[in-house]
Each structure stands twice: as C-alpha cells, then as structure tokens.
C-alpha cells in the first residue's frame, strides 16, 4: 500500500483511457469535455514542469468534436476514440511544428504524419500536443532539451526522466490521459519509472518507425506511456503491425495482448537477473523490487535467480551502436533541407555553422563519439567488436528464457532525482538506463510498472523483459504486478490546486 495521494475522479483529467471511454460511450461525458479537462489542467500545470512544447488546441478541439459526433451515432472507432494524448516532439506530425527539441529543427512543419500517428487519429484520439524530450531522443532526464527542461510532478525540483519526459509529466500530471514515446535505450520505460506511469517497448519492428525521426535505427521503437497496463495495451494495439514505409516492420499477426491479462502468475517462472539487481541500485528501489517478488511468489510464481553475463557491458556496447548509428542519421541536418541555416561564405562553411549552433553539446559529443568508432582503423575495434557482445547478448537471453518466462529487474536503479544532479557528468547519466538498455540491444519487449513510493513520495518501478514477440507474456505479468501492488498515487501537483506563478 503506498502513502500517496489518493486518486481523483471527480476531474475527468484524472481518469485512466478506459475509464473515460467508457464514460464517453455512455453519453456521461463529452470528448470536447474530457479535452477541456486536460487543456485546463495543463493551463495550472505547464508553468510548472514544462511538459509541452506545442499545443494543438485547434487540431485536438476539431479531433475531439468529431469524436463527439461518433459518439453521438453510437458509432465510436475504438477504445482511444476521443481519448487526449501527449506526443513526444520526434514524431512528425503533419502541419505540426515538429522539432525533436533541437534548434536545428525549430520551425520544421512536416508535410506527413508518421504511420503510428495516422494509425492514432484513424483510431480517434486527440493529439493535444507535442512534448519535451533531450535533443534528438539522446539524455535521461530532458534537460539536453534546446529549448528548456521539463519537470517531474511529484517534486519539481526533480527530473522527470527522459528522453521522453515531457510525455510522462503530461501523462502523470493530467495534461494527457496517455502518451507515446520512443525507446532507444530506456526512454519511454525510465520516465515511466520516474513519474509513477505504465510505460512500455514493444519488440523491435512491431510499431513502424516511419515518420519517428531516427536517433538508432536499429534500437528506436516508439511505445505508449499509460496510467495502467490496459491503457497501455489499447495504446499500443491502436499503432502497432506491419507497415511497408518501414524495412524493419514485422511482417504478419500482431500477437494477442489483451487475452492474459487476467490470467495471472500461478506456475509462472519468473527470472531475477542477478546482474541487474545488485549494485548501484538504491536501497528503497531494491526493497521494493524484493517485496514485488514475495508478492508474485505469493500469487503462484516461480522466482528463479538467472544470470546475463554480458548485461554488465551493455552500456559500453550501446554507447558506441547508438552513437554511431546517431551520426549516421543526422549527417540529414546541414542547413540544406530543414530547418536552420546559418549562412556563411562556402556551402562547407554553411553546413558547419549550422550543425555548430544547431545542436548542443549532447549532441555534438554522440556525433563526435560515433564517428570516431565509424571511422577506418577502428571500425572494427569499436563498432564491429560491440556488434559481436551483441549477439553475445542475444545468446544469454535465450539461454535465461529457457530457465524463466519473464525476466524481471527495476527499471531504473534510483528515483528521480534532482535537476543538474547528473548534468556535469555524462558517464552518470548514462548510468541511469543500465537496467533498460539490455532489451534495446535484443529487441526484446519490457514494460515498466510502477510499484510504490519511496521515503521522499517519489515513484519507484518494476521492469518485466519478455522474449521476442512475448507481449502476451510482458502483460499478463504486468497486470498481475499491477494488481498485487495497488499503485493508485497520483502526484501532488495533480490533485492540489497549484496557482500559476
Ligand atoms: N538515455 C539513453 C540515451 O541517452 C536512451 C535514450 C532513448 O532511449 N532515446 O541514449
């Protein structure tokens, strides 16, 4: 049982995506309504954590008022049917500014909308705006943003996570009832873990990657960001499957989500990865883990210890595949066909000055770094010999799920914590994903759910890793997590009435 605020209804803003669908389908509340909820909370809110970067009041009024007529014909599209949603600022949206957070890409207006962002407005939701991120996607905490950092809202002296920060503040305060975020390395599931949300990564190749502006091809997989693990599945199902705009996508059935999620964990095998469990993980967020795993076992589990030997380098490996494959990607932003241009004598010169000032020094260092690694005479050395750990990789997974059939570990090894705490010093920073990266690196699916509060009131979470394509799996163990933990604390500056500044 956790100390916090109890939940509110009485504020549609404050309800999950099912409770609110289900309202809507019962004539008792309007989507036009249900958006003016979450306008006005974000009205009290933004001052406060910074969470947006665009609001779509005029798209998410036409959105929601075209909801309302389904609605009115008895006719809704679906479960997120004029449901209000954060979108994270690296997912193009067309006629909507869309700028990664970086100052190379202020003012950028795509002229089309990534696949899962068609995918959301077929299936009717209400895209009220687009949020903060660190630059590019790369940062833990949003505070590499070029324009500003967000703020946690349960203690906004605190980061929020990242990268996808903005997306979990808007979701956890009530600004949106759900979100979509992109996972790299950790950046929907850790700012989930650091504001008390349901956050998730799909197996790679099951959310298209069309219209997701590429940070590491081979690791990006967008993924929902949800209140509880159903509104997670309703999220997910609405953007997932094949989609021929991305050579990646998964050909063929979108596995059943929903089916187990009640069947629970009686029999179950449930694998504690020893390497992700030890040290450096804060003793209130190891407690806690413990206590989810008497509670499973209590419900019928299995706990087993397994090991991954090769967990303990996945920073490394990581931290030269996404750079490389970063300075790849943004080799596009030269002043030439986006964005900004800083104009200089030469075209050379141009394209310098433009990515000099264009990005920030994040940025720069990642560019720098996978370049380095690309380079001839240490391709090999660097880039191919973190290829090998891979696969490495991808080796003790397999042999751990022939013992378990989920792994389990915390999501994030601390709580949030405070801003400019991590900033001076990258290898922290980088630090914060070392529970979340491994599954990037495999393409596995996790999700991240939260369990409790620590001693300061500040979220703590439990992360599920399924095999390939295990999604039945990942939420049918989250949903028994979620209902052994009874998480129902909302953050302060939700339920208190905060006065603008
Ligand atoms: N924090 C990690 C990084 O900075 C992961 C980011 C992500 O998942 N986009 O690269």
Known sequence: MNPGVPASTSDPADLTIAGAGAAMRRGDLAAVELLGAVLARAAVTEAHIHAYLTLDRTGAGEAAAAADRRFATGQPLGPLDGIPIALKDNLCTRGVETTCSSQVLAG????????????????????????????????????????????????????????????????????????????????????????????????????????????????DQIG??????????????????????DATSIRGQVPAMRRSLDAGVDGLRIGVVEELTGDGVAPAVSNAFRGTLDDLAAAGAEIVDVSLPTAPQAISVYYLIAPAECSANLARFDGVRYGLRVDAATTEEMMAATRA???????????????????????????????????????????????????VSPTSPTTAFELGE?????????????????????GDPAISVPTGLDDDGLPISFQVMAPALGEEMLFRVAAAVERLSRFEARPTLATSQVPSP
């Open 224 to 245: 929902p960001l949800a209140r509880t693990v159903g509104d997670a599945v309703d999220l997910l199902e609405a953007v997932a499957g094949f989609d021929p705009c």
């Open 357 to 407: 000032q264009g990005f920030g020094p994040e940025v720069i260092r990642r560019v720098l770094l996978g370049t380095y690694a690309l380079s001839a005479g240490y391709y090999d050395a660097f880039y191919g010999q973190a290829q090998k750990v891979r696969t490495l990789m991808r080796d003790d997974f397999a042999a751990a799920y022939r013992l378990a059939d989920v792994l």
């Open 422 to 442: 991590r900033t001076a010093d990258p290898l922290t920073m980088y630090y914060s994903d070392v529970c979340t990266i491994p599954c990037n690196l495999t």
């Open 108 to 219: 950028y207006v795509p002229p089309y909308d990534a696949t899962a962002v068609a995918r959301m407005r077929a299936a009717g939701a209400v895209i009220v705006g687009k949020t903060n991120l660190d630059e590019f996607a790369m940062g833990s905490s949003t505070e590499n943003s070029g324009f500003g950092p967000s703020r946690n809202p349960w203690d906004t002296h605190r980061v929020p996570g990242g990268s996808s920060g903005g997306a979990a503040a808007a979701v956890a305060v009530g600004s949106a009832l759900g979100g979509y975020g992109s996972d790299t390395g950790g950046s929907v599931r850790q700012p989930a873990a650091l504001c008390g949300l349901v956050g998730m990564k799909p197996t790679y190749g099951m959310v298209s990657r069309y219209g997701l502006i590429a940070f590491a091809s081979s690791l």
